[in-house]
């Protein structure tokens, strides 16, 4: 697993050197849309307003780390974002985030930003649920397609 540096980035910093580096929910605006996933497993876990807003709370309060080669991360959410990148087949990672037992008091929350498109011009985040014995995707976060000024 590739060791990010694990620093959260101030917004002055992002304001004054805004680059594909830094965390999309602070760089590219509008705000994102979200897509809750439809599937049984997602639904069971997030398929109602209040399993939602749980989801929500669990997401709001991750601690995104730039994806470097100096990035150490534990080897259980390590592992399970090793997979979720290969199996999803998820290009240009550029931060992820991990938390341990905070959905229902027991499943660990992870989340992988990436640019998709030409020039990864579009960012989206994935956000997984481990159930210890195996993961689900229980939604996105799609930010519109940055375009040049002007």
Same mark, same amino acid.
């Given at each position: ?18 680059? /594909? ?25 997030? !398929? ?19 994806? /470097? ?30 938390? !341990? ?15 998709? !498109? ?13 159930? !210890? ?18």
């Amino acid at each position: 697993m590739r060791k990010p540096k694990s620093r959260v980035v101030p917004a002055q910093e992002i304001a004054e050197h805004p680059t /594909t580096s830094l965390l999309a929910s602070d760089y590219v605006q509008p705000a994102p849309r979200r897509d809750w996933m439809t599937n049984p497993d997602a639904v069971k876990y997030a !398929g109602t307003p209040e399993k939602k807003a749980m989801v929500n709370g669990a997401i709001a309060i991750l601690e995104w780390h730039e994806a /470097t080669d100096e990035l150490v991360l534990p080897m259980s959410p390590g592992l399970f974002i090793q997979g979720a990148i290969k199996q999803f087949r998820i290009p240009r990672v550029s931060h992820v985030a991990w938390r !341990g037992g905070m959905l229902y008091g027991r499943y660990s929350v992870y989340g992988i930003e990436a640019h998709y !498109g030409k020039g990864g011009r579009q960012w989206v985040r994935l956000y997984f649920m481990d159930r !210890g014995s195996d993961g689900i995707c229980l939604c996105t976060d799609v930010w519109p397609e940055v375009t040049d000024a002007g």
